[in-house]
């Protein structure tokens, strides 16, 4: 029996730093990120940021190799980490935001939107009618040379 969702009147977007000059609608600024610095006027969610162990291993074997030799993983790794009673008590804080007509942005520093789980949490919404838009997105696939 499949249970159906209220559409949300507020939007999701998602993006990084630079990608919040193109944000034209007021809306609450969440920062899905484990490190780095704090953005001004953010609220912190560690939470929708991947686990210590999953930031360690990027940082420590994927960050800056090719994404198609370690995105499957990550992104398999991380989906099932949105799986988790942590990480669903904050989807579920995004959701009423929605709901309550208010727009949210989540922000992570990642550079290509397509690798980065912004993008992944930003697509869970998907079935609850909700679209995320990119603010920031990556059109163009780089070329490599050799």
């Not at 989906?79 to 904050?90: A, P, Q």
């Amino acid at each position: 029996m499949s249970k159906k969702h209220p559409t949300p009147p507020g939007k999701l977007y998602t993006t990084n730093p630079a990608g919040l000059k193109n944000l034209k609608v007021e809306a609450e600024l969440w920062q899905i990120t484990r490190a780095g610095y704090d953005l001004p006027d953010t609220v912190i969610v560690k939470n929708l940021s991947p686990s210590p162990e999953l930031f360690k291993r990027f940082i420590r074997s994927w960050k800056g190799k090719p994404p198609k030799e370690w995105w499957p993983e990550y992104e398999n790794l991380f989906s099932k980490e949105l799986e988790t009673d942590e990480k669903i008590r904050s989807l579920r804080d995004v959701y009423k935001k929605l709901l309550q007509g208010k727009n949210v942005v989540l922000i992570c520093f990642c550079a290509d939107h397509r690798y980065c789980h912004r993008r992944l949490v930003g697509e869970f919404f998907l079935p609850y009618g909700v679209k995320a838009e990119e603010l920031n997105p990556v059109l163009v696939e780089q070329i490599t040379l050799f």
